[in-house]
């Protein structure tokens, strides 16, 4: 790889740093080929991406960035997993971890924030941008669906009164 190959590999692993809301860096020392083609589909099916890249040139390339603190972790065979959105790349990781003992997490970054093991895997256990969102739907949805309950109760009330005036009257 010579250096001008080197500077683009940097520029863009200094994107991926900037615009992911989660990067994951695991181990992958003794997985297989077919096993990180599966990983990676996994990662593209939740909308992230898996990139493995030399430790030296991601450590330049996080310098002045807000995940810079997860350059401890690149030492070995390493692997970046990361997405835009904060919770899909940690979900990926932890839940392929758990099914592959070769994948070993590391750690992690969100923004600024650094990610232990235990907090990627705090992170994994949040829920998704599309399922808050379809809570916070359902909750907004919610009091409309009762009020409306609410506007419509009171005339089937008073048909069901009626309809009972109205049998007793024929009964007598």
Known sequence: MDRAQKEKV?????????SSGVVVVSRYEGMTVAQMQDLR??????????????????????????????????????VLAY??????????????????????????????????????????????????IASIVGCIGAPASNIAGAIGAPASNIASILSTIEEKGEAA
Do not use: C, H, W
Request: cysteine-free; charged content about 30%; glycine content about 10%.
């Open 10 to 18: 940097v520029e863009e692993l200094g994107q991926i740093f900037e």
């Open 41 to 78: 589909s996994r990662m593209r099916e939740a909308g992230g991406s898996v990139r493995v890249a030399k430790n030296k040139l991601a450590k330049i390339a996080l310098e002045g960035k807000a995940a810079s603190s997860i350059s401890k972790y690149l030492e070995g065979m390493t």
């Open 83 to 132: 997405s835009e959105d904060p919770v899909a790349a940690a979900k990926v990781i932890d839940a392929y971890a758990k099914d592959n003992q070769k994948l070993v997490i590391l750690g992690g970054a969100m923004g600024e924030t650094a990610l232990d093991v235990d907090g990627v895997k705090a992170v994994a256990q949040m829920p998704s941008r599309e399922e808050l």
